[in-house]
């Protein structure tokens, strides 16, 4: 099978019949093999009843549904699994991702040798104070932490050569980091396509400034699991040692100057524990100790997983 074409979606009952009939009507034109996997997100319009007449009228049309709404990375990462295409695609329901721009996204990946290709909406119709200015901030933010230089990470539309979505886990709201976990997992040929965006035609955004926020905080745990997952002591020991060591060598400072105070009998010196300053050096000394603790329980933790010797192989000679 040449492509499968991933759709997650909520509440869409309106847009999925034209979406269906694009994506049909562009295979045809390119003659590619495919199937198109609807997974509906807890749907609580008809949007799961028109999959099903969808799917009697083309069979490459085929669904999943979600018993309740779980969030688009697990619409996602349900559908990487069950995929058989050799590009993958992935787009948006809501007809603001074009089906034109599947031919040319295969293209990359196939001829040019693309791990993975993201859609860049260069030109958008969404409102400038809810979604592109804080969508721009966002990128420029993750873009600085990843080393990624993509201009759009959280566009719907992209391309993926099969083994990327094979080796990949998409949980929680990482959607939006999916270039960040395959370069985690080393696929590093990371390439970009201004793409059409085009406005809503039916329903409501489902953007909220929740995602916003709970984006940053998915962004610090991506960046922690890809440099510290299979070692975390590396940095809660590093943290733990360095505030021991500042609390040690302020108490060292406070003993040494009160005993140089009493060599030279200088009158009026202050004990040790009278000193606000010790008790920031011994809270700084019980803070590393526990931060030890904490990279020690999850080395512990890390090293009984299930996955601790897990490793992504490209090739084998045997």
């Excluded at 697990?74 to 559908?79: C, G, Q, V």
């Excluded at 929680?172 to 390439?191: C, D, L, T």
């Excluded at 005993?259 to 920031?280: C, E, I, K, N």
Aim: include cysteine; hydrophobic fraction near 45%.
């Amino acid at each position: 099978m040449d492509i499968s074409v991933i759709v997650p979606l909520l509440n869409e009952a309106e847009s999925l019949p034209e979406l269906a009939a694009w994506i049909e009507r562009v295979m045809d034109e390119n003659q590619f093999t495919y199937e198109v996997i609807m997974v509906d997100d807890g749907s609580t319009d008809e949007s799961w009843s028109v999959i099903q007449e969808l799917h009697v009228k083309n069979s490459a049309i085929k669904g999943i549904r979600f018993r309740r709404n779980y969030g688009k990375s697990a619409a996602l990462n349900t559908a990487f699994e069950a995929c058989e295409g050799n590009v993958v695609i992935t787009m948006d329901a809501d007809l603001q991702d074009s089906p034109d721009e599947i031919p040319e996204l295969y293209r990359m990946i196939k001829e040019d040798g693309f791990d993975l290709v993201s859609g860049w909406k260069k030109v958008r119709y969404d409102s400038k104070l809810a979604k592109n200015i804080p969508s721009k901030f966002f990128n420029w933010t993750t873009r600085r932490m990843s080393g990624i230089m993509l201009h759009d990470f959280n566009c719907g539309l992209k391309a993926y050569k099969k083994d990327v979505v094979k080796s990949i886990e998409v949980y929680s709201e990482m959607h939006r980091y999916i270039p960040v976990i395959a370069k985690w997992a080393g696929f590093s040929n990371i390439g970009e396509k201004v793409v059409i965006h085009q406005k809503r035609k039916h329903g409501v955004s489902k953007f909220g400034w929740n995602r916003f926020i709970n984006g940053y905080l998915d962004l610090l745990t991506v960046n922690f699991m890809s440099k510290f997952g299979k070692k975390p002591m590396h940095l809660f020991g590093s943290l733990g040692t360095l505030s021991f060591l500042i609390g040690i060598i302020i108490t060292i400072i406070l003993i040494a100057q009160k005993l140089y105070r009493m060599s030279h009998h200088v009158a009026g010196f202050r004990q040790v524990t009278d000193q606000p300053l010790f008790y920031l050096a011994l809270l700084a000394m019980v803070f590393g100790l526990m931060l030890f603790l904490a990279g020690f329980l999850a080395e512990l933790i890390a090293r009984n997983g299930s996955d601790r010797n897990k490793y992504l192989i490209s090739d084998r000679i045997v």
